[in-house]
């Protein structure tokens, strides 16, 4: 019987994805100013669930917490950015990793000058792909608001099915909304 199991070594030293256009790298202090962009923007964060960035400090806490996970070897945040000018434009990557069932989380957001470009498809293909290949997950999902047709249509464009529907299971800002759990798994994984 063969034993599978999560790949540690992909936390010894943090590692940089590249695609044609984008390039993913370690999350920097100097990124703090797009973070809190992103972070305190209505439009980007509508589907969060969390309270908007109110200053700077957040966007810096952040960075030590990604930095944190890392080290602790509880997940990877990467920045996204054009090759050009290594600029984040936004983040992406896997948390929440069960390392004894072999599963993780996609989470990701991007500024929202960069929408319809077909940029986050081109980020996640590559961290599903590290996830699957080299952090050796058997699943990864990904849980978002349904009303978030926008991450919906991009989940599945990758490959990913709803597996679940749980309605009014999220409550924030005095009201509760919907949650969908999308899935793929790395034998289905293109």
Not at 10 to 30: A, C, H, M, N, Y
Not at 150 to 167: D, M, N, P, Q, T
Request: hydrophobic share 35%; glycine share 8%; proline share 2%.
């Amino acid at each position: 019987m063969t034993v599978l199991k999560f790949n540690d070594s992909v936390f010894d030293q943090f590692p940089v994805l590249k695609t044609e256009r984008l390039i993913l790298r370690e999350i920097i202090p100097s990124d703090a100013d797009i973070i809190f962009k992103n972070y305190s923007d209505q439009e980007v964060m509508k589907y969060f669930g969390r309270e908007l960035y109110k200053d700077i400090s957040e966007a810096e806490k952040k960075i030590l917490d990604t930095g944190t996970d890392f080290r602790e070897k509880n997940g990877i945040r990467w920045a996204v950015c054009f090759r050009e000018n290594n600029v984040m434009i936004g983040s992406g990557g896997i948390w929440r990793i069960q390392k004894d069932h072999l599963r993780g989380e996609i989470g990701y957001e991007l500024s929202k000058e960069f929408w319809g470009n077909g940029i986050m498809t081109e980020a996640l293909k590559e961290i599903v792909k590290f996830g699957f290949e080299k952090m050796n997950l058997h699943s990864i999902e990904a849980n978002l608001d349904p009303e978030n047709t926008g991450s919906v249509r991009l989940l599945e464009k990758l490959g990913f099915i709803r597996e679940g529907y749980f309605a009014e299971s999220y409550y924030f800002n005095g009201k509760f909304t919907d949650t969908g759990t999308y899935s793929l798994l790395n034998k289905d994984h293109e």
